[in-house]
């Protein structure tokens, strides 16, 4: 189902919440909880406010592992650009999470490797018992994590191609189109289905045609997000914005 907040602000503080919640009841539990995290523009807000909850209420990351969806290749670490940059730089350098429980698709892995590495990260995230949530942002072209339109159901982390408007998207962050990476790693649809819970993020007009077809077009490899209509605990939170093209 979907959500519409009058600004992602509140938003963003709402999902925050859900999440803090969550990692608080595996502590009481004694258990790790297992996140799936994404990068860019959208889950921005959220990182702040859990860092928030971190230093004004003491929200411990001590049982917190985290897989990100997705990394440019090639990539540095070491890169601004890079999503292992985006990461610490918004959330790990402010918590407490052990530096060993995350989790980013390595984008140094040579060609011969990339097959392997691509499995063992799956493998990785089944071993610590799956995703209890996983955070989405969605691109223009449909694609969540990076996977572009063409992607299959069943795929799980691999390389992936990115699409013209993903990398023209991107282009003012590299300086350029040149410069954006054409490929990427990437979780894959069904590696993204298996989380227990999904949430979305949508913010502003320029997603509202793209939220349009998410949730009331065809479930349909052209638009890898709406491989999500059929996940049973999936919520697409929105602004106004986002949402305005809705019926
Ligand atoms: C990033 C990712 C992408 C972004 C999407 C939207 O890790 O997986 O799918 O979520 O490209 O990006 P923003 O939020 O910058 O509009």
């Known amino acids: 189902h979907n959500v519409i907040?009058?600004?992602?602000?509140?938003?963003s503080i709402q999902v925050a919440h859900e999440i803090a919640a969550l990692i608080k009841k595996r502590q009481g539990q004694k258990r790790n909880c297992v996140l799936g995290l994404a990068t860019g523009s959208s889950p921005i807000r959220v990182y702040e406010e859990l860092v928030r909850?971190?230093?004004?209420?003491?929200?411990?990351f001590k049982n917190v592992i985290t897989f990100n969806l997705d990394e440019y290749l090639p990539m540095e670490p070491n890169n601004i650009q890079s999503y292992f940059y985006f990461m610490h730089e918004h959330l790990f350098?402010?918590?407490?999470?052990?530096?060993?429980?995350?989790?980013?698709?390595?984008?140094?892995?040579?060609?011969?490797?990339?097959?392997?590495?691509?499995?063992?990260?799956?493998?990785k995230i089944k071993e610590n018992g799956g995703l209890d949530f996983q955070l989405l942002g969605i691109g223009r072209t449909g694609h969540i994590g990076f996977n572009e339109p063409g992607s299959h159901f069943n795929s799980?982390?691999?390389?992936?191609?990115?699409?013209?408007?993903?990398?023209?998207?991107?282009?003012?962050?590299?300086?350029?189109?040149?410069?954006?990476?054409?490929?990427?790693?990437?979780?894959g649809i069904s590696t993204v289905r298996?989380?227990?819970?999904?949430v979305l993020l949508g913010w502003g007009e320029n997603k509202a045609g793209i939220i349009k077809k998410?949730?009331?077009?065809?479930?349909?490899?052209?638009?890898?997000?709406?491989?999500?209509?059929?996940?049973?605990?999936?919520?697409?939170?929105?602004?106004?914005?986002?949402?305005?093209?809705?019926?």
Do not use: W
């Not at 191609?161 to 189109?177: E, K, S, V, W």
């Open 5 to 11: 907040f009058e600004d992602s602000n509140e938003a």
């Open 53 to 60: 909850m971190h230093k004004e209420e003491g929200l411990s």
């Open 93 to 123: 350098n402010h918590v407490d999470i052990p530096e060993k429980n995350i989790h980013i698709p390595d984008g140094t892995v040579s060609n011969e490797e990339t097959t392997a590495y691509c499995l063992s990260y799956d493998r």
């Open 156 to 187: 799980g982390t691999r390389v992936i191609t990115l699409d013209h408007i993903t990398r023209a998207d991107a282009a003012p962050a590299f300086l350029g189109i040149a410069n954006v990476p054409r490929k990427a790693i990437t979780m």
């Open 194 to 198: 298996k989380a227990k819970r999904i």
């Open 214 to 247: 998410t949730i009331e077009g065809d479930i349909s490899s052209h638009v890898p997000a709406t491989y999500l209509q059929e996940h049973d605990n999936c919520t697409f939170v929105l602004d106004t914005g986002a949402g305005s093209e809705l019926t």
